[in-house]
């Protein structure tokens, strides 16, 4: 029986897809290489690096080291914070807080899994922080989606077995690290063609519908 709800972050409870891709954006322009939103769709549910390297496929100049690699990283996540700072608790729908609220009053464990090194501080510029028993994110973990583990250590962290636990998710990579966690998975907007899939919802309010699962 389902009595914990593990939330990918991005794409379910908020959206800063627009900061992710402006940030991207200009450091693949002061690189050179060719960007555009159908390649940053590829990043969703990506580690930052390996995001990077997806990026780097185009690029046509002298090989880069790791350490350039890293630098590069740093850059992009150094302007997607500063757009971040724009954000705010008119960022979280009115559907996204009375589904946190109602899931807490039926008695509800709820956590973050996902992979961004940024979790906290969009929670906090959003005013969600306090909504959750449990955060896992890109800082304690060390393989990202389809890998299970950050939805692992959400649920070991919640004190929870996998079995009791439901992720909702809008990656067909977070759908497939739900699954092999061997936990139930609710896919919510692109993730709603994942054959793997346990549930499929229109909005976050539809889980509601799912606890006696």
């Known amino acids: 029986m389902i009595d914990s709800f593990i939330f990918d972050l991005d794409g379910v409870l908020v959206f800063t897809d627009k900061y ?8 693949a322009d002061d690189l050179g290489v060719y960007f555009d939103e159908k390649i940053n769709n590829r990043l969703r549910g990506v580690s930052r690096m390996e995001s990077l390297e997806i990026i780097l496929e185009r690029y046509e100049g002298p090989a880069l ?12 996540n150094n302007i997607y914070r500063e757009l971040l700072k724009k954000m705010s608790p008119d ?32 929670l906090e ?4 922080m306090d909504s959750f028993d449990a955060i896992s ?30 992720v909702v998710e809008d990656a067909f990579s977070g ?8 936990m139930k998975a609710a896919a919510i907007g ?3 063609n994942s054959e793997k899939a346990d549930f499929k919802i229109e909005k976050l309010s539809d889980i509601l519908n799912l606890i006696a699962v």
């Open 91 to 122: 960022d979280v729908s009115e559907d996204v807080r009375f589904t946190l609220k109602e899931l807490k009053k039926r008695g509800m464990h709820l956590a973050i899994g996902s992979s961004s090194k940024n979790a906290k501080l969009i």
């Open 65 to 76: 080291s790791k350490e350039e690699k890293e630098a590069l990283a740093q850059k992009k």
């Open 125 to 128: 510029k959003v005013g969600l």
């Open 137 to 166: 994110d890109g800082e304690n973990i060390s393989r990202s989606k389809p890998d299970p583990e950050v939805f692992v250590k959400a649920a070991l962290f919640m004190d929870k077995k996998p079995e009791s636990c439901m």
């Open 20 to 27: 992710h891709y402006a940030a991207w954006k200009e450091m």
């Open 190 to 192: 692109d993730a709603r």
């Open 175 to 182: 759908i497939e690290a739900a699954k092999a966690a061997g």
